[in-house]
């Protein structure tokens, strides 16, 4: 009964790029099924920090915690460039709906999103530096997101801090703590050799999350499809500014890992700064935050594509070049 779940998972971690992007339509496909699955997404959320931290490169964070000055560097750039990015957009939108102008408000304040170290990996990068800048995310998110969506937005967006950074104290430190001990059972040999099905399984787990976001996109695809494709070419275009930004800043500071700091910063985790002001958040306010998932579901796949353009591997030398 195991082999044929392995191989399933190993199947779709082979193909993790692609499968992450046929997930969310699959997902869109199955709305009945959104109100049951919502406990889903704070699960799907734990789970990929626990998954990060038992397959983490140990050698590898130790190395980028030993240099404190680029790690600050890429947490300011971190910090301050999707803001940076949304302030930009919405000078450039005076007329915005508030709902609107608070969805990407929300979107520009928030920290990196919790799977940057797993697309890292999907796409051959070692993501020690990414996995560093989710955790350092996280620990300044509850003093600066809050501010910055208020600033952002023009009023006071009532995201409160201290419950923000228990939430947060959760998902990172019992995420940090439980992925350790599975490291510690499981041993890293073992985790290693199980690559692509766990990379599979990561796959499930964001099918599962689409289901419960895309929750009523459906509806508002057929009654509004003009605003629903504004959404996602907005915050298509927030996530590639934002990519693009981080990609050429850090270029100039001689950032050997720039791609993997671009990942961290292009991609955001609204959904942390959405579920503590759920009830109060209008419904368009929501339906950018599920929209927005689009380029978040698409990037493993846009990212592949954009890393072997800018980063290509060398040619490997011909056997008669002597």
């Excluded at 406990?39 to 983490?56: D, E, G, K, N, Q």
């Excluded at 910090?79 to 302030?87: N, S």
Aim: glycine residues 8%.
């Amino acid at each position: 009964m195991l082999n044929p779940l392995r191989l399933f998972l190993a199947f779709l971690g082979r193909h993790a790029t692609i499968a992450y992007a046929l997930s969310m339509f699959v997902g869109l496909a199955l709305p009945a099924l959104a109100a049951t699955l919502k406990p889903m997404i704070p699960i799907s959320i734990f789970t990929f920090i626990v998954l990060s931290f038992a397959r983490a490169n140990l050698p590898g964070l130790k190395a980028v915690l030993q240099r404190p000055g680029h790690l600050a560097l890429g947490l300011a750039l971190s910090t301050l460039l999707p803001p940076l990015v949304g302030w930009i957009v919405l000078q450039a939108l005076p007329g915005l709906d508030p709902a609107i102008r608070l969805g990407i408000a929300l979107m520009a304040a928030a920290p990196p999103l919790m799977a940057s170290p797993v697309y890292a990996a999907v796409v051959g990068l070692e993501n020690s530096f990414a996995l560093s800048m989710l955790v350092l995310g996280m620990v300044v998110a509850p003093l600066v997101s809050p501010a910055l969506a208020s600033f952002l937005v023009g009023a006071e967006v009532p995201i409160s801090p201290l419950a923000l950074a228990q939430r947060l104290a959760i998902f990172i430190g019992g995420g940090i703590l439980v992925g350790l001990a599975v490291r510690k059972l499981a041993g890293l040999p073992r985790i290693t050799a199980l690559k692509n099905e766990l990379d599979g399984f990561g796959v499930v787990l964001y099918f599962l999350f689409a289901i419960a976001a895309m929750d009523g996109v459906i509806d508002a695809t057929l009654t509004r499809p003009w605003l629903v494709a504004g959404m996602i070419a907005g915050s298509t275009l927030f996530c590639i500014l934002g990519f693009a930004a981080a990609y050429l800043v850090t270029g100039l500071f001689g950032f050997n890992d720039r791609f993997s700091i671009a990942i961290s910063i292009g991609l955001r985790n609204m959904g942390l700064l959405v579920a503590p002001i759920i009830s109060l958040v209008p419904g368009d306010t929501f339906l950018y935050f599920a929209l927005a998932q689009v380029p978040v579901y698409m990037a493993p796949m846009m990212l592949k594509w954009a890393k072997a353009r800018l980063e290509p591997r060398p040619a490997a030398p011909r056997p008669d070049a002597a």
